[in-house]
């Protein structure tokens, strides 16, 4: 992986959730006081994919902080790799994490890209009674996924169980058997991308059983929680390229949801990796809200 494609973070901070699971967090800036970015990755990537707008956002913005967070089961965390038990510790973990930074930062925004901003959708509903977020942030949100997508991922769940059924197997609940229906095209045209995400070793190929159960809990959970999110400021960025998210049906979802305070919602010429392609101009839009908010 070329390290002109990964701007190395200042540092890696480890959070231990309340069962003792240990969560690492990439972190570029400073570790306490003003504001920073937190933000979720997606189903199957990891915090790694987010170092060029990471990247981008301190060039903008030397003033705020940008973590992104590993999510159970994924990227720097190797227990239980691909491994989601339950939808409850998912967004404990997330939400315990933000108490955390919100001791340490003056103001904490929560972000998510892809199936990562259904999660934060979900988080920041259930601490909004405690103020602990200032904004919502979601780059290519994933409340509405492509058919083939959809179809696909059920169709080779489907399968895995039907075989493991049929031989009689009890597997692992641990074990990571189930193959995930992404290809790299899903999220980049860019060659150099392509080979970046090809090559991933971080990535996730297979998860187990139970998480294929939980991110469609979560999925369903984050419908629900996009009617609880009041009046908290919500930034939507898409990419008018995706091949993975329908952008248009979701922005209009927003758009309909969010009816308190109605969310800005930007598009971007890029595809579902907006990060990859556009990470300067995706970076202009998140700072600007975020001032627009700290100005107040």
């Not at 720097?76 to 919100?102: C, F, M, W, Y």
């Not at 919502?136 to 058919?147: D, H, K, R, T, Y």
């Not at 990571?176 to 190929?205: C, H």
């Not at 009046?231 to 008018?240: D, E, I, K, R, S």
């Amino acid at each position: 992986m070329s390290t002109n494609l990964l701007p190395a973070e200042d540092a890696v901070d480890v959070f231990q959730q309340s069962d003792g699971y240990l969560t690492h967090a990439r972190r570029w800036g400073k570790p306490e006081g003003g504001d920073v970015i937190l933000l979720l990755h997606g189903g199957v990537s990891h915090s790694q994919w987010q170092a060029p707008l990471a990247d981008a956002v301190r060039r903008l913005a030397p003033e705020l902080a940008f973590v992104a967070v590993d999510r159970r089961g994924s990227g720097l965390n190797q227990d239980t790799r691909g491994h989601l038990p339950s939808k409850e510790r998912e967004i404990a973990d997330v939400t315990a994490l933000i108490r955390h930074l919100a001791d340490s930062y003056e103001r904490v925004h929560l972000a998510g890209w892809c199936f990562g901003a259904q999660v934060a959708c979900i988080a920041a509903a259930e601490l909004l009674p405690e103020n602990k977020i200032e904004s919502l942030l979601m780059v290519s949100p994933g409340f509405v996924f492509g058919e083939r997508y959809a179809d696909v991922l059920r169709m080779s769940t489907a399968a895995v169980r039907g075989t493991v059924a049929e031989l009689g197997i009890t597997p692992d609940p641990e074990h990571a058997y189930v193959p995930v229906p992404l290809q790299p095209s899903d999220f980049t045209t860019d060659e150099k991308w392509l080979s970046f995400a090809t090559e991933d070793g971080l990535t996730l190929r297979r998860v187990t059983d139970s998480t294929v159960t939980v991110w469609g809990e979560l999925a369903a959970w984050s419908w629900e929680a996009l009617d609880r999110l009041g009046t908290l400021p919500t930034l939507a960025v898409f990419g008018t390229e995706d091949r993975l998210v329908d952008h248009i049906a979701v922005a209009d979802l927003l758009r309909e949801r969010l009816t308190e305070a109605p969310p800005v919602i930007e598009f971007i010429d890029a595809p579902h990796a907006v990060q990859f392609a556009e990470p300067d101009l995706l970076a202009q839009h998140l700072v600007s809200f975020v001032h627009t908010l700290t100005a107040r």
